[in-house]
Every structure is written in structure tokens, then in C-alpha cells.
């Protein structure tokens, strides 16, 4: 079979072998083979190594793995030399980083799947750069708005666990002057267009003040 990502990479396997949808990540097995079995699986992912991990020195490491006593061999992915393969009992996994893109595809080691990965190794086509700059941009933008909205979840418990300890009022008073005071520092150090998300972020503080002002006035 032939498979054509939509990200630009494509590459070949024997025949019988069939892409599992909607499986994520990307997921392969053989005629014999199931997702979560031991034999003929295959799965790919796509993502993006901090710098330090970009040579193929740095994730031979076990620190990149996480795991002690690894065996890591070099190995060739599509002509891409910049490739490891971390060999476990039951499950091979091959790192390879292309044009800042990292690839990391995980293989059960029973023979019909080794023969289908030298496949796989011997067909793979790298997107172009330009395809692969722009996987980049989008591995990247999506990592900074999960990172903000981890962060808008942590102020939401925040907020929970305190009107449950019954804190709330301490915590707006809180909030409220780290919001000050950030923004008098950007006000400070960049006067001209600054300070339109904090302002936003203390309105809505206000408002939970004055609600909380409310809830007392109504026990009281």
C-alpha cells in the first residue's frame, strides 16, 4: 500500500497492511496485526524536538528516552541519515529529525513487521521545506494555545478551590494587585498600545469583587 499524508510525507508498505482510522496517532497494521497488540502494528507521530535533541547524538542518550540502560543504533530513514532506532523486546522505536520536523514512528518487532519498516525506511518521502516550515509554524502555534489554555484552566481551579476554602475574597485581592502592578510596569516600559489584555483580565476581576460584594450583602 501507499500512503500520502496530508502534511506532505508519504511512503510505501507490503501488501494486506491497512492505515487504522480514526486512530491517532497515525496507525498501520498487517493482515495478522490490531491496535494495542504485539505484532504488526505500526504507528507515527509528528512533532518538534526542543534544539537540543535536533543531532542524533543527543537522543541516543537515555535522557531523551527516559529509560536506563538503552540500546540506540543509528539508522537511515528515506535517505535522512539523522536517525536513531531505540530497540526494546516487543517494540522498536525510530527518531528521525528532517528539516527541524521530528518523526518518531513506534514498530512491534515480529518479522512481517521488520520487513514492512525496511519498507517503509527504504520509500519514505520527506515533505518539502516548504511544507515542513509550515508544519513547524503549526506543531508550534498549537503548542502555545494548549499552553495558554492549561493556563486558563489553572485560574479557573484557582478560583474554584478558593470560594471552597472560602478564600475568594482574598484571592481577587490578590489578583488584583499583581494585575496593578503589571500593568504599571508595562505601562511603564512601552506607554504606546500596552495593556489591553491586562485591562481585560482586571475588569473581569472587578466584576468577580463586586459579585462578591453582592453574595455577602445578601447573607448579611
Given amino acids: 500500500m501507499l500512503y500520502h499524508s496530508p502534511i506532505?510525507?508519504?511512503?510505501?508498505?507490503?501488501?494486506?497492511?491497512?492505515?487504522?482510522?480514526?486512530?491517532?496517532?497515525?496507525?498501520?497494521c498487517g493482515p495478522q496485526g490490531q491496535i494495542g497488540g504485539?505484532?504488526?502494528?505500526?504507528?507515527?507521530?509528528?512533532n518538534v524536538l526542543p534544539v537540543e535533541y535536533h543531532s542524533p547524538e543527543a537522543r541516543a542518550s537515555p535522557i531523551f528516552w527516559g529509560e536506563q540502560d538503552v540500546e540506540v543504533r543509528r539508522s537511515n530513514l528515506g535517505g535522512e541519515a539523522n536517525v536513531v532506532v531505540l530497540r526494546r523486546l516487543t517494540s522498536n522505536e525510530i527518531s528521525?529529525?528532517?528539516?527541524?520536523?521530528?518523526y518518531?514512528?513506534?514498530?512491534?518487532?515480529?518479522?512481517n513487521t521488520i520487513n514492512a519498516i525496511a519498507r517503509l525506511s527504504a520509500t519514505f518521502t520527506f515533505p518539502s521545506i516548504e511544507?515542513?516550515?509550515r508544519v513547524v509554524g503549526r506543531i508550534r502555534g498549537m503548542s502555545a494555545q494548549q499552553t495558554e489554555d492549561r493556563d486558563e484552566m489553572d485560574e479557573i481551579t484557582a478560583l474554584g478551590e478558593a470560594?471552597?476554602?472560602g478564600q475568594l475574597h482574598a484571592t481577587i485581592r490578590d489578583k488584583l494587585?499583581?494585575?496593578?502592578?503589571?500593568?504599571?510596569?508595562?505601562?511603564t516600559s512601552s506607554p504606546v498600545g500596552q495593556g489591553t489584555g491586562a485591562g481585560c483580565s482586571l475588569a473581569i476581576l472587578l466584576v468577580l469583587?463586586?459579585?462578591?460584594?453582592?453574595?455577602?450583602?445578601?447573607?448579611?
Avoid at 11 to 22: D, K, R, Y
Avoid at 104 to 111: A, L, R, V
Wanted: charged content about 20%; glycine content about 4%; hydrophobic content about 45%.
Fill in 96 to 102: 528521525a529529525v528532517h528539516e527541524g520536523v521530528h
Fill in 104 to 111: 518518531n514512528i513506534t514498530h512491534s518487532t515480529d518479522d
Fill in 8 to 28: 506532505g510525507f508519504s511512503f510505501e508498505l507490503p501488501e494486506g497492511w491497512q492505515n487504522i482510522v480514526p486512530i491517532e496517532p497515525l496507525s498501520f
Fill in 209 to 220: 469583587f463586586a459579585l462578591l460584594a453582592a453574595v455577602i450583602l445578601v447573607i448579611s
Fill in 163 to 165: 470560594i471552597e476554602s
Fill in 38 to 46: 504485539q505484532t504488526e502494528v505500526i504507528q507515527l507521530k509528528v
Fill in 177 to 187: 494587585q499583581k494585575e496593578f502592578k503589571e500593568r504599571t510596569a508595562s505601562k
Fill in 131 to 133: 511544507d515542513a516550515q
